[in-house]
C-alpha cells in the first residue's frame, strides 16, 4: 500500500525531536575540526519573504554537510535590532520600538524553525538588548583610549524626514537610502570613529582575501580609493595661511591658473577679507542647500565665487585667484583644488564659466594644442611645455623627478590619500545604543567608565510626529554626574550608528551569555575567524568593511590573533517576482509560511536552490515550486516503495549480477562524485539537485525495467540509504522520516557523508564517434581495454561507415581516445 506524503506531520515531528535532542547545540571544544558558517544576521522590520529563505537555506546546507563531513560546526543566528524603522512605526502606530522589534523578532524565529535551519538557538542574540550594546559601549571607549573615536564640528548629511545624519555611505544619488528624502547639509558636532587611520590595511590586505568574490574586493578597494600623488603647499598672499592641495598630476602644476575651495571648507571663512564676507557667504549658503551629489556630478553647472584673495604657485611664484567652487567636495583630498584648466575637464568648465585664462603644459603629440580653440580639456600623456625645468620631457617620465623636485624645494611631498572618510556614527535618535560620553564643565569630555556600563535606554519616551529623538529632551537620561570630578554633567543625546552593532557581531556568538567580556579570547580565538560568511552583495561595502576595521582595531589591542574577519565569502543573488525586487510596497512578496502550508518546507528549500546558480538572481514561478513538490513526491514514493521490498531483507551483501545492476550501482558513485563537488565547489546547489534528481530517474528506470522478481534487492536498499544521505542537506525532514523508517536509530546529520568508490566509476565500455570526411556517421560501443588498431577495425566494420566508404581505402585513420574516430577518404 502507497504510503502517503504528509509533509506537514513530517516536519513537525522532526523539528520536536531536534529541539528535544538538542541536535544543533554546539559543543565549545571538541576533537573535530572547527567550521564557522554564518549568515548575516537580518534587521527584524517584519516578517520574512521567501527572498530572505534564500540565504539562511543556503548557510543551512553547508553547515549540515559540514557537520556529516566530520565538522564541529557553530551555526548560530540573531538579529540587526536596533534603527529607524522601529522607530518610525513607534511615531505611526504609537508602540514603542522595544515592543515592535520583539514582536518582529518572535515572528521572524518561528517562520526560521519552520523551515527547518539548523541553527544553535542557546547562542541567540539581539544587538538591542542591554547585554549586547554594553559590549558595543565598551568597543566604543576602547576606540576613544587610543585616539580613534573623536568628536569634531564639520558639514553632514542630513535627513529632514528622518531627523538624522546620514553617513556619505547611507546617500545614494543625494538621497536618503531608508526612505528616499533629499538630502541636505548641515553643520553639527558630530562623533566619528578614525577609519581613515586603516585605510592602508583595509586597502591591501584585500589581496589576503583568496576567498573572497573579486567583484566584492573591487568594490571595496574603489570606495576606499588609493591615489598615489603629492601634496602640494600654495601661500595665500599677504597671509600666514597656506592651502594644501593633493594633486595625482603634479606634472600639471605650471598649468595651475585659479585654486578652489570646497563652500565647507573652513578656509572660506578664514580668508575671505571683511569687504567681500557677505558676498560670499550668501554663495556658499545657496550653495549648500543643493544637493551635493548633484551639484558634484559630471556635467553639472559650475558656478563659483572669488573671495577677493590670492595664492602664490610655488613652482612659478604667479599669483592665482582663490574661488569657492560648487563642485569641489570637502571630504575629498585636501578640500581644495589647483585649478589646471587645460588638463582637468571640471576645471576646463569651471575656468569657461568664470572667464579665466588655460594655459597648455602638456602637448598632445598627434594634435598640437591652441589655447583659444580647445572645446575641451586634454587629459592624455604627451611631452611638457612651459613647465620650467622640466619643458621638453615626457610628463609620465618626468612625475618622480617632479614629486623629488617639489621635495628638495619645500614645495610639497609625496603622498598617498584615500577617498575613505571618518566614519560618522553620531545619529539623533532614541533607537540605538547610547554614545557612552559625558560632559562636565570642569573636567570637558569623560568616557564612561566600564564598570558603569551599559549606559541604558530609558523606556520612558514620547515620540513626537517631528521624528527629533526623545532622549534630546529627557533630562532624567541627559542628568548624570561626572565619573572624573563628581560634579553634574550631561549626558551625550546621540546614539550610534547601527552599523556599530553590527561590526561586531560575529565575535559574540562565540560567548554570547557572557557577561565579564565581549567575548572569551580565548574561545574566539579558537572559532574565528569565520570560515564561510554569506549574505547580499549590497552589504559589500559598508558592514563588511566596518567589520573589517573593527577586527583589526581588537587584533591591534591584542584581543585578536586574527586580522580578518571573514577568510570565505559568497553573495547570493535576490529572488524576484514579476520581475522585480520583492517588497510589501510592491505587493509581490511571496511569503514562506504560504508555501510551507501548501508544500512543505523541504519542497520550499529544495526549490530556492534549484532555481538557478544561487550568486545569481532568479525569478520565482509557481509552476516551478509545482514541479520541485512532483519531485519530491515521486522520490517519496520511489524510495519508500524500496523500503516496502527490502524491510525484510537477509542479507544486505551487494552482488552485481548483471551489465544493468553494474551501470545503476556506477550512476551512484558518479552522483556521490557530483553532488560533492558541487557543493564543495563554491556552492553549485542547483546542479547538485539535478544530480539527486537523475540518480531518482536511475532508480526508477531500472524499477519499471526490470521485472519485480528479478530485482536486485540488497543494491536497490544500499543506493536508497545513500541518496537519503545526500539529500539530507537539501531536504532533512524528508531525510530524517526515510532513514528512521529504515531501521536507523540515528538521525542523518549525525552519519557520514558518502564516499564515491573510484573504481565503481569505472566503465567496461564506452561510445565512440565515427567521422567520415569530417561528419559524424555512426557512434560504436568500444571496450575500455581495447587498442587503437582494434578501434580502428572496429570503425572500419560498422555497416553504416561502409556506405560511406562505398569501397574506397581510407587515406587516414586518426583515434582520439574515448572520444572519436576520424576516417579521410
Known amino acids: 500500500m502507497e504510503v502517503k506524503y504528509r509533509p506537514s506531520n513530517i516536519e513537525k515531528k522532526w523539528q520536536k525531536i531536534w529541539e528535544e535532542r538538542g541536535v544543533f547545540h554546539t559543543p565549545q571544544r571538541s576533537d573535530k575540526p572547527k567550521y564557522y558558517a554564518l549568515v548575516m544576521f537580518p534587521y527584524p522590520s517584519g516578517s520574512i519573504h521567501v527572498g530572505h529563505v534564500k540565504n539562511y537555506v543556503i548557510g543551512d546546507v553547508v553547515a549540515r554537510y559540514k557537520r556529516m563531513r566530520g565538522y564541529n560546526v557553530l551555526h548560530p543566528f540573531g538579529y540587526d535590532a536596533f534603527g529607524l524603522p522601529a ?193 560670499v557667504q550668501k554663495f556658499v549658503s545657496k550653495v549648500l542647500v543643493e544637493d551635493k551629489f548633484k551639484r558634484t556630478a559630471e556635467g553639472a553647472e559650475k558656478e563659483g565665487i572669488f573671495i577677493g584673495k590670492y595664492a602664490v604657485n610655488p613652482v612659478n611664484g604667479e599669483k592665482v585667484p582663490i574661488y569657492v567652487a560648487n563642485y569641489i567636495l570637502y571630504e575629498y583630498g585636501t578640500g581644495a583644488i589647483m585649478g589646471v584648466p587645460a588638463h582637468d575637464q571640471r576645471d576646463f568648465e569651471f575656468a569657461k564659466a568664470m572667464d579665466l585664462p588655460v594655459r597648455v603644459v602638456i602637448e598632445d603629440p598627434q594634435y598640437p594644442l591652441s589655447e583659444e580653440a580647445m572645446t575641451e580639456a586634454y587629459t592624455g600623456d604627451g611631452i611638457m611645455k612651459n613647465s620650467g625645468p622640466f619643458t621638453g620631457r615626457n610628463n609620465r617620465e618626468a612625475m618622480k ?106 565575535l559574540r556568538y562565540v560567548n554570547p551569555r557572557e557577561d565579564r567580556a565581549p567575548f572569551v579570547v580565548e574561545d574566539v580565538n579558537y572559532w574565528l575567524p569565520v570560515d564561510q560568511y554569506i549574505g547580499g552583495v549590497e552589504h559589500a561595502i559598508l558592514h563588511l568593511m566596518y567589520s573589517r576595521f573593527i577586527t583589526k582595531v581588537l587584533h591591534d589591542m591584542g584581543y585578536l590573533e586574527f586580522d580578518e574577519p571573514f577568510t570565505n565569502l559568497f553573495t547570493q543573488g535576490m529572488i524576484y517576482k514579476d520581475g522585480a525586487k520583492m517588497s510589501k510596497s510592491k505587493g509581490n512578496v511571496v511569503s514562506p509560511d504560504d508555501m510551507i502550508e501548501k508544500y512543505g518546507a523541504d519542497t520550499l528549500r529544495l526549490y530556492i536552490l534549484f532555481m538557478g546558480p544561487p550568486e545569481k538572481d ?89 521485472p519485480r522478481s528479478e530485482w536486485n534487492r540488497a543494491l536497490l536498499r544500499f543506493i536508497a540509504e545513500k541518496l537519503v544521505l545526500l539529500l539530507a542537506p537539501f531536504t532533512p525532514h524528508l531525510a530524517d522520516e526515510l532513514w528512521h523508517n529504515m531501521g536507523h536509530e540515528t538521525l542523518t546529520i549525525e552519519e557520514e557523508w558518502p564516499q564515491y568508490d573510484p573504481k565503481a566509476l569505472e566503465v567496461e565500455e564506452y561510445e565512440m564517434a565515427v567521422q567520415v570526411n569530417g561528419k559524424v556517421r555512426d557512434r560504436i560501443k568500444v571496450p575500455k581495454d581495447a587498442s587503437e588498431e582494434e578501434i580502428k577495425e572496429m570503425a572500419l566494420s560498422s555497416e553504416k561507415v561502409k556506405r560511406w566508404l562505398n569501397g574506397k581505402k581510407p587515406k587516414k585513420i586518426v583515434v582520439v581516445q574515448r572520444r572519436l574516430i576520424s576516417i579521410v577518404v
Open 87 to 279: 522607530e518610525n512605526a513607534a511615531i505611526e502606530h504609537n508602540i514603542h520600538p522595544e515592543i515592535w522589534t520583539r514582536s518582529n523578532i518572535d515572528t521572524i524565529r518561528r517562520q526560521i524553525k519552520k523551515i527547518g535551519i539548523s541553527y544553535d538557538w542557546s547562542r541567540e542574540i539581539s544587538t538591542c538588548h542591554e547585554d549586547y550594546y554594553k559590549w558595543t559601549q565598551w568597543i566604543f571607549l576602547k576606540l576613544f583610549e587610543r585616539g580613534l573615536a573623536y568628536r569634531k564640528k564639520g558639514a553632514v548629511n542630513w535627513c529632514p524626514r528622518c531627523q538624522t545624519v546620514l553617513a556619505n555611505e547611507q546617500v545614494k544619488d543625494g538621497k536618503c537610502e531608508r526612505c528616499g528624502t533629499l538630502v541636505t547639509v548641515r553643520f553639527l558636532t558630530q562623533w566619528y570613529f578614525k577609519i581613515t587611520e586603516y585605510a592602508e590595511r583595509l586597502y591591501n590586505d584585500l589581496d589576503k582575501l583568496e576567498g573572497w568574490p573579486e567583484h566584492v574586493k573591487m568594490m571595496q578597494k574603489n570606495w576606499i580609493g588609493k591615489s598615489d600623488g603629492a601634496l602640494v603647499r600654495f601661500p595665500v598672499e599677504g597671509t600666514e595661511h597656506v592651502i594644501e592641495v593633493f594633486t595625482t598630476r603634479p606634472d600639471t602644476l605650471w598649468g595651475v591658473t585659479f585654486m578652489a575651495l570646497a563652500p565647507e571648507s573652513p578656509l572660506v571663512d578664514a580668508l575671505t577679507p571683511p569687504e567681500k564676507k557677505d558676498e
Open 401 to 506: 623627478d617632479i614629486i623629488k623636485y617639489l621635495e628638495e624645494n619645500g614645495f610639497g611631498r609625496a603622498s598617498v590619500q584615500y577617498r575613505l572618510r571618518d566614519w560618522l556614527i553620531s545619529r539623533q535618535r532614541y533607537w540605538g545604543a547610547p554614545i557612552p560620553i559625558v560632559y562636565c564643565e570642569r573636567c570637558g569630555t569623560v568616557p564612561v567608565p566600564e564598570e558603569q556600563l551599559p549606559v541604558k535606554l530609558p523606556k520612558d519616551v514620547r515620540f513626537e510626529p517631528t521624528g527629533q529623538s526623545p532622549l534630546q529632551h529627557h533630562e532624567e537620561f541627559l542628568t548624570t554626574t561626572c565619573p572624573k570630578c563628581g560634579g553634574p554633567a550631561r549626558r551625550e543625546a546621540d546614539t550610534m550608528d547601527t552599523f556599530v552593532d553590527s561590526s561586531w557581531y560575529y
Open 618 to 706: 532568479a525569478e520565482w514561478s509557481e509552476a516551478g515550486i509545482e514541479g520541485t513538490h512532483r519531485f519530491v513526491k515521486r522520490l517519496w514514493r520511489i524510495l519508500n516503495e524500496i523500503l516496502s521490498e527490502t524491510r525484510d531483507l537477509e542479507s544486505r551483501e551487494i552482488e552485481i549480477k548483471d551489465k544493468r545492476e553494474k551501470e545503476l550501482h556506477r550512476k551512484l558513485h558518479v552522483m556521490i562524485k557530483k553532488i560533492t563537488e558541487d557543493i564543495e565547489g563554491n556552492f553549485h546547489f542547483n546542479t547538485a539537485i539535478s544530480g539527486l534528481m537523475e540518480l531518482t530517474n536511475a532508480l526508477n528506470q531500472y524499477m519499471e525495467n526490470t
